[in-house]
């Protein structure tokens, strides 16, 4: 069955929904792999992109534009396992619990979250950075109410915390996509169809020359999410489609690429495309890693499972080591070209980033995880709970 058929027909078949419906938790290998590549990729951008902390140039240690699309990578990955997830759940007892949802996103985002929301407002307000005390709260409500997107499209940075801008994404998107998935019939029209009204909304403001915002409208990825949820319903459908995703020569093709970009930089085919371009070829990636038993490449070992667990950890944690590092190396001259400075800060950062995000994750996140599991609906392999940009559990 094509997608277009599969558009016209609607809705899903219930025989074959009850057959994906699991019982038993479900586990999708590899997934944690792909945080831990993203997060890894993430930590190397902000290393080389603040080695002026240390009076140092930027090395360009990975390709321009790379971190920018492991962040789409994150929001493709959520998109996916969020979707997937409420499906089998409105297939398995015919709706989606609300309450339960938000109870979930809640206990797994929002602790470290406000932990380094909460220590970003105390050092800028008493640490002496800004005495603006009026325009420094202001700045942070925007954190509080979880748009730090739109403050971060407009130009707007807080050390350490600025990439929790994503966070924000993140939590925009659940507000609407569980009622999204629970009340549409046809679920895969939907989804083309918002990625559809969202795309054209970009074309027409960037050509009304609206920048502030098309910027917010950019950043706010729905359409990656939305591209990451039709590969959950490929998936769960069985669709013909996969037949080419899992084929040799699109794996070679897509993984050829994303190397490529890795380390040349991203490919430009239509700059205000990029986004979408590249959330198809990591569907791609995603799928055939946690899906396809011949894939070309895996990434399920133990390494990259470890790192993956804690990825949450070190995305929120690591702007917070690289301004350490900068002040306890405040009087130190680095006799190296910046190269291989940028490389021995990516690995220091990477030492002190890693101890204390499985510090939280054992000590802190995992109390909330454990209240989070009463609310669970669907069964999932632990290492299936992560997921997103925020590294959150599902």
Same mark, same amino acid.
Not at 73 to 89: A, D, K, P, Q, R
Not at 129 to 138: A, D, F, L, R, W
Not at 183 to 188: G, H, L, Q, R
Not at 281 to 301: A, C, H, K, M, Q
């Given at each position: 069955?094509?997608?277009?058929?599969?558009?016209?027909?609607?809705?899903?078949?219930?025989?074959?929904?009850? &057959?994906?419906?699991?019982?038993?938790?479900? =586990?999708?290998? @590899?997934?944690?792999?792909?945080?831990?590549?993203?997060?890894?990729?993430?930590?190397?951008?902000?290393?080389?992109?603040?080695?002026?902390?240390?009076?140092?140039?930027?090395?360009?240690?990975?390709?321009?534009?790379?971190?920018?699309?492991?962040?789409?990578?994150? $929001?493709?990955?959520?998109?996916?396992?969020?979707?997937?997830?409420?499906?089998?759940?409105?297939?398995?007892?015919?709706?989606?619990?609300?309450?339960?949802?938000?109870? #979930? #996103?809640?206990?797994?985002?929002?602790? /470290?979250?406000?932990?380094?929301?909460?220590?970003?407002?105390?050092?800028?307000? %008493?640490?002496?950075?800004?005495?603006?005390?009026?325009?420094?709260?202001?700045?942070? +409500?925007?954190?509080? $109410?979880?748009?730090?997107?739109?403050?971060?499209?407009?130009?707007?940075?807080?050390?350490?915390?600025?990439?929790?801008?994503?966070?924000?994404?993140?939590?925009?998107?659940?507000?609407?996509?569980?009622?999204?998935?629970?009340?549409?019939?046809? !679920?895969?029209?939907?989804?083309?169809?918002?990625?559809?009204?969202?795309?054209?909304?970009?074309?027409?403001?960037? %050509?009304?020359?609206?920048?502030?915002?098309?910027?917010?409208?950019?950043?706010?990825?729905?359409?990656?999410?939305?591209?990451?949820?039709?590969?959950?319903?490929?998936?769960?459908?069985?669709? #013909?489609?996969?037949?080419?995703? =899992?084929?040799?020569?699109?794996?070679? /093709?897509?993984?050829?690429?994303?190397?490529?970009? +890795?380390?040349? @930089?991203?490919?430009?085919?239509?700059?205000?495309?990029? &986004?979408?371009?590249?959330?198809?070829?990591?569907?791609?990636?995603?799928?055939?890693?946690?899906?396809?038993?011949?894939? !070309?490449? &895996?990434?399920?070992?133990?390494?990259?499972?470890?790192?993956?667990?804690?990825?949450?950890?070190?995305?929120?944690?690591?702007?917070?080591?690289?301004?350490?590092?900068?002040?306890?190396?405040?009087?130190?001259?680095?006799?190296?070209?910046?190269?291989?400075?940028?490389?021995?800060?990516?690995? +220091?950062?990477?030492? /002190?980033?890693?101890?204390?995000?499985?510090?939280?994750?054992?000590?802190?996140?995992? #109390? $909330?995880?454990?209240?989070?599991?009463?609310?669970?609906?669907?069964?999932?392999?632990?290492?299936?709970?992560?997921?997103?940009?925020?590294?959150?559990?599902?």
């Amino acid at each position: 069955m094509s997608l277009t058929l599969a558009i016209k027909k609607g809705a899903f078949s219930n025989a074959k929904r009850r &057959s994906t419906a699991h019982t038993k938790p479900f =586990y999708l290998p @590899g997934l944690n792999g792909i945080r831990a590549i993203a997060i890894l990729i993430i930590i190397a951008a902000h290393t080389d992109e603040f080695s002026y902390l240390f009076h140092k140039h930027a090395a360009g240690i990975i390709g321009k534009g790379a971190a920018v699309q492991a962040v789409t990578l994150f $929001f493709v990955l959520s998109g996916y396992l969020i979707t997937y997830l409420l499906i089998l759940e409105k297939e398995k007892f015919r709706k989606i619990h609300y309450r339960k949802f938000y109870m #979930r #996103r809640a206990l797994r985002i929002w602790p /470290v979250y406000f932990l380094m929301v909460s220590i970003a407002y105390i050092i800028h307000m %008493y640490g002496g950075i800004t005495p603006e005390y009026k325009v420094m709260t202001t700045y942070f +409500l925007y954190y509080l $109410f979880f748009i730090p997107n739109i403050f971060f499209a407009a130009g707007g940075i807080l050390h350490p915390i600025t990439p929790l801008w994503s966070i924000g994404v993140e939590e925009q998107f659940y507000a609407f996509w569980p009622f999204v998935i629970n009340k549409a019939k046809n !679920i895969v029209g939907v989804m083309l169809a918002i990625i559809g009204i969202y795309f054209c909304t970009k074309v027409a403001l960037q %050509y009304a020359h609206l920048t502030t915002i098309f910027k917010i409208v950019n950043v706010t990825r729905i359409d990656s999410m939305a591209i990451g949820g039709i590969g959950a319903y490929l998936v769960l459908e069985k669709h #013909r489609l996969l037949s080419i995703i =899992y084929h040799r020569i699109t794996q070679m /093709v897509c993984w050829a690429i994303l190397i490529y970009s +890795l380390i040349f @930089g991203a490919i430009h085919i239509f700059s205000i495309a990029d &986004s979408e371009i590249y959330s198809v070829l990591f569907l791609i990636f995603i799928l055939n890693v946690s899906t396809n038993p011949r894939t !070309i490449i &895996s990434t399920e070992n133990k390494v990259l499972n470890f790192l993956g667990k804690i990825s949450y950890g070190l995305f929120a944690y690591h702007m917070s080591v690289l301004f350490l590092l900068a002040y306890l190396f405040r009087n130190t001259a680095f006799n190296v070209n910046n190269t291989a400075f940028v490389i021995g800060l990516y690995i +220091l950062t990477l030492m /002190v980033s890693i101890p204390v995000a499985y510090f939280s994750y054992e000590f802190f996140e995992k #109390r $909330f995880l454990n209240l989070k599991q009463k609310y669970a609906k669907v069964n999932s392999s632990a290492n299936n709970e992560s997921t997103g940009l925020n590294i959150q559990e599902a």
